[in-house]
């Protein structure tokens, strides 16, 4: 038989008219179904590839990443929080005096009577040199790094001399402006680096990126306390070394690798001298 043959009984009148007639059914193919199963199965497995891949990636990304990860998550819930930046005083107006001149009497030895005492307006400024960003609730240390390779151009020697410098702080790129100098002043700091690194200061610039165009940031450096003022925010390759290079006004440089955990770009922002005391 062919064709999916199959037989009825038929039931007549008398049961010597059963007989056994041979019907021929054909039924639709099925490979039309079997095509489309193999089709969804095929984009399933895709689907399960992409999402494993991803579950995995993230996983590690997030090992590698964490503390800066944690850095960025413990800011959004204190901003959301309302708390305060302490650092915020830094960077304030200096406020005129208002308080008038205190009469100190004198009596005994040389002086004699009353001596007028004006108000003192101290601030304590650290002997090394320190940025502050308030906005990011950071107070780190500047380091400096060697010029002997970069005038050698000794390429990856002054690489690796960054890379243990930044294990201290951030640092003040070699060959760059000092604050004061009327030029470029650039800084450099990790966003995010291996967790397993000994520094203290691999997520210096984690949240650099939450920095605001008009927040103020401080430069300490010789005894004196150098305020800039955020005005540009761009993000650049790596070979776009432009940033880098002098100007004819004093400002301040700060770089950090983005987005977190990659090299892949460069943040950068730049702000103008607005007061030095």
């Known amino acids: 038989m062919s064709d999916r043959d199959h037989y009825v009984l ?19 193919p099925k490979f039309h179904t079997k095509q489309r199963n193999s089709a969804w199965a095929w984009i399933w497995d895709k689907v399960h590839f992409v999402l494993v891949s991803g579950a ?33 005083r830094l960077v304030e107006e200096t406020p005129v005096a208002n308080e008038p001149e205190r009469i100190v009497t004198v009596e005994g030895g ?54 243990s410098a930044l294990r201290s702080g951030v640092i003040h790129y070699p060959g760059t402006a000092l604050p004061g100098d009327g030029g470029n002043v ?28 008009g927040d103020r940031v401080v430069l300490f450096f010789n005894q004196k306390k150098y305020t800039y003022e955020v005005d540009s925010r761009v993000i650049v390759l790596p070979q776009q070394v432009d940033v880098l290079a002098a100007t004819d006004h ?6 950090t690798c983005t987005p977190i955990g990659t090299n892949l770009k460069r943040l950068v922002l730049t702000a103008r001298l607005v007061e030095v005391q």
Do not use: C
């Open 10 to 28: 038929h039931v007549g009148a008398h049961p010597s008219s059963h007989h056994l007639q041979k019907e021929k059914t054909k039924h639709p």
């Open 56 to 88: 995995v990636f993230l996983m590690i990304y997030t090992l590698l990443n964490w503390q800066a990860l944690y850095i960025n998550a413990q800011y959004y819930w204190e901003t959301w929080r309302g708390a305060e930046r302490p650092l915020e």
């Open 110 to 163: 040389a002086q004699h009577g009353e001596l007028p005492v004006p108000p003192l307006q101290l601030e304590v400024v650290p002997p090394d040199t320190r940025l502050v960003v308030p906005r990011i609730n950071q107070n780190v240390p500047v380091i400096g790094v060697r010029n002997e390779n970069l005038i050698a151009r000794q390429w990856e020697a002054l690489e690796q001399d960054i890379q």
């Open 186 to 213: 650039v800084l450099t700091g990790h966003s995010s680096y291996y967790a397993w690194d000994p520094g203290r200061f691999k997520d210096v610039f984690a949240l650099l990126h939450d920095v605001q165009l």
């Open 250 to 255: 004093e400002q301040l440089t700060l770089i």
